[in-house]
């Protein structure tokens, strides 16, 4: 009796370890391609640094499509995915069509990286490397990029509808949103520090800079003067969402709202007497507070239901399924 029940419980204990190895490898590693692909990250950077060079906005553009697909089934790259006739992605959704941008960079990365390794590495995973390289070149904070995710078979356009905040959000529907998404209301003023760099069309700021009392009334002005009153006139017309430096990953955005000069609506709630006015003074007074909150929320956000071991597919085309 006493062999059979050694014998049990070493079964049960070798089950119990062969169900931690399955389960440690789902989980994301900063060092998962540390024997596949060694050059994925060389690629990545290379095709990103490029595409800053010849447009600077590229880099905030990068940065906001990983941010738009996280929020939407997870960091699945399920937002490359074009629509067919028998398929509706993600890129028409209204907070997309006509905004979100940078679809021909990711794919000379994609053929870039699979140059160097034919295969393996995920269009999801060069989203989120892409991302950080972004922040990094244009002067913010470096992290290491926890990787091994797998690319979606499918897409939400309800979820790109509801999911991703809109410009008119209040902070309650901010700190909302980023509740469903695992991120709490500190992650979600640090991630908004993302509008340090990069433009916003006059339909996202229209009714903040023509309506809202809490903007400063010259800089309303300004942005009245690129924006006309009339919907539907102007509407693609751009304007920095950083006031000094939207090409410069820096605290600018933060000293912006204290100036109540943020551009959207979303933005200047942050610092509009309520709960979270406290934490952007803290960035104000500490780029390096700012930064250190910024990749943390990055690194969470990253982990947003990543598809993991067997789900999903390694896409040859990011913009299809296999």
Request: glycine residues 8%; positive net charge.
């Amino acid at each position: 009796m006493k062999t059979m029940a050694t014998g049990a419980s070493r079964c049960i204990a070798l089950l119990f370890l062969l169900a931690l190895a399955d389960t440690s490898s789902a989980q994301l590693s900063t060092s998962f391609y540390s024997s596949s692909c060694l050059g994925v990250y060389s690629a990545v950077k290379s095709v990103v640094k490029a595409a800053i060079a010849k447009e600077k906005r590229m880099g905030a553009s990068i940065l906001r499509l990983f941010f738009h697909d996280c929020f939407v089934q997870g960091c699945d790259a399920s937002l490359l995915l074009d629509d067919t006739s028998s398929f509706q992605g993600e890129k028409m959704a209204t907070p997309n069509n006509g905004s979100v941008r940078g679809f021909e960079v990711i794919d000379a990365i994609k053929t870039a990286v699979d140059k160097a390794c034919p295969g393996v590495v995920s269009c999801a995973d060069i989203l989120a490397i892409a991302a950080r390289d972004s922040v990094v070149i244009l002067g913010g904070p470096n992290w290491n990029v926890k990787v091994g995710r797998r690319d979606s078979t499918t897409a939400s356009f309800s979820g790109a509808n509801n999911n991703i905040p809109p410009p008119s959000s209040g902070l309650a529907n901010l700190t909302s949103l980023f509740a469903a998404q695992g991120l709490s209301q500190k992650d979600m003023v640090a991630l908004s520090g993302a509008h340090t760099i990069g433009l916003a069309r006059c339909t996202n700021f229209r009714a903040h800079v023509y309506n809202d009392t809490n903007i400063n009334s010259s800089f309303a002005k300004t942005r009245q003067s690129g924006c006309p009153k009339t919907s539907g006139s102007g509407d693609n017309n751009l304007a920095p969402l950083d006031l000094q430096t939207p090409t410069v990953f820096e605290n600018n955005y933060y000293k912006n709202l204290v100036s109540k000069k943020g551009l959207l609506h979303s933005d200047q709630e942050l610092f509009n007497g309520g709960a979270t006015d406290s934490q952007v003074q803290s960035y104000v007074s500490s780029q390096s507070t700012f930064f250190a909150d910024f990749v943390t929320g990055m690194i969470k956000m990253g982990d947003i239901s990543p598809l993991t071991g067997s789900n999903g597919q390694i896409r040859k085309n990011c913009r299809r399924v296999n």
